[in-house]
């Protein structure tokens, strides 16, 4: 990356975190709005885990991840520890590779 664009996002970054604050008294989001903004949120973050976790490098990672990923998941959607989660997912799929699940 040249110093031009991390310039460009740098600056990007700021104008955006400046934005904030200065409109926050001027604009009026609907309810409905804030929670359909949540809602993709949410649905872009599963879909960048999904890819990065079933495809890494461009091909499938096997269902060793997978499962290691559904495990940390699940962990994470019952609001277990960060570091904990974490742990279980590496487990569950370090303990599946050797017992030979691709």
Not at 38 to 61: D, E
């Amino acid at each position: 990356m040249t110093l031009a664009v991390v310039l460009a996002l740098a600056a990007g970054t700021y104008g955006i975190r400046f934005a904030g604050p200065q409109l926050r008294n001027r604009i009026t989001v609907p309810a409905r709005v804030q929670m359909l903004l949540s809602m993709a949120a949410t649905a872009l973050l599963l879909a960048l885990v999904a890819v990065n976790a079933f495809v890494p490098g461009g091909k499938f990672g096997g269902w060793a991840l997978a499962a290691g990923v559904f495990v940390g998941g699940v962990a994470a959607w019952r609001k277990v520890p960060f570091v904990l989660v974490v742990v279980l997912a590496a487990a569950t799929t370090a303990a599946l590779r050797l017992v030979g699940v691709a």
